[in-house]
């Protein structure tokens, strides 16, 4: 993989506060070169795709249903796969790092399922259940340490 | 479904004390009439089957990799996916219950799937994430609380 | 695997005919001791389902949905995957042997993926696409070459 | 989806002729503005994805493995499922169209499952098991049959 790919996950539906940060994730995703990868659906998903569409950047969206229109507005790229929620886990092995925006047990169910595969994870006002999990502060810090954390597996 | 299937969730690798929980986890499931469903592997997924077979129960293996030979002697119907991680979303909708017993990341992701696709969840000495998982402190009382919680979902 | 799987697969909807054969072979499926493997649903699946179960034999379905409710009443153990036809490859995986009732061009796709697999594949009446399909005229046939090949596999 | 996701199927070894076939097939995709999807891997993956990359397209390889760095060096986009053969039918949903070259059983499996989801068929050498595959005998006319099957189905 030549570019880097990175996973934004979180709730399909969301405050403004929050998409205004899971945007901001995206264009900062954007703006480093790399690919976001996500659910494709809406809330975090379509707020972070937005942000990196907007900077020039491709989005995947790996989506749970059987149809591309399911696809929020800014993916690139939709990847239909019919498997319902077992998709979480094709999100999760195609990033090199995953960014969690808040979340339900959706969210907290990828957050595992990285750590079970040894993917770094990065959390923004996430779930705190484990110190595995690099907790930052900003949407910036983020994409910075998710691509540190990258490079040091590599 | 007339017959209840119980999920039980944990590591593959567990202490000979852990074990013996799981163990009469499984010899109570199989006292109550209902059917086994777990990973198919070894730790937790073995031991409970091991108590849910000897105490006459039968058991089922949603085993991840691609041979049935990969399965725990004490398992009754194995059933092989060929799909890594993805296959533990089918060991959640499979139980219309689940008892996790301790575990560590892979556990927490099914716990954490169970709870998004609105299953009971009960605990043991596991992952305290949620209001949402039945905390449980003995074997008996587990099964029983998953038992209360099919017949009321129902 | 102590127990033979033998999997059984075909259209969701038949004739009256082709559903008397699916019940010959899932009866004597229950005769020879082994465990019937199906799609779970309608048709050739719960022609079969129902021959097993009344020959007093047990019976796997792999349920494409998301409730256990959606397979048919000769069913002893629903796995439920979500996985809509993700999960024909299950089907295939979880039997030693595949006997093809009929079909169309979902059993079509399941035939190719056994013989993908290496796993023997017995025709009744179905797609003539391969010399490797062992065709047979007779339930009976089709049930005793299925464990013959299992045998000789071994 | 506003740009077409056309798949293309056949075996992951292959002859010099099937190759240079395959990549005229992954050029013309590219030629229309069209994204190629694949299973990533070689053989007939590998050389239409490589017509398809000189020609300045986009390439998405839907990996059965657990590695990006299983995609072959012409996949732009690698989509890491784990989920082994179960990722056929993930190429299949995510494209709009398919056009198989030649191949084996696991093409075979591929066309079938096309076929059942009502996915347009075009044929380069393949099985000719249906009449509703649209037969082709040149890459140029393979594509062109695509879009134009895709174009009517809207």
Redesign the interface.
Known sequence: ?S?L?IGVIGAGQCSRETGLVAEAVGREIAHQGA?LVCGGLGGVMESSSRGAQQAGG?T?G?LPG?S??D?NPFI???????????RN??VV??S?ALIAVEG???T???V??A???GKPVIGLHT?D??GDIIMVATPEEAVQKAIHAINRAQ
């Open positions: 993989m570019v790919q690919i491709m995947v790996i059987f591309s229109e696809a690139t790229i939709p990847i239909v796969t019919g498997l319902s929620h077992a886990v094709l092995r195609s090199q339900g047990y959706g907290l169910s990828e595992a399922m750590l079970t595969l779930w259940v484990s």
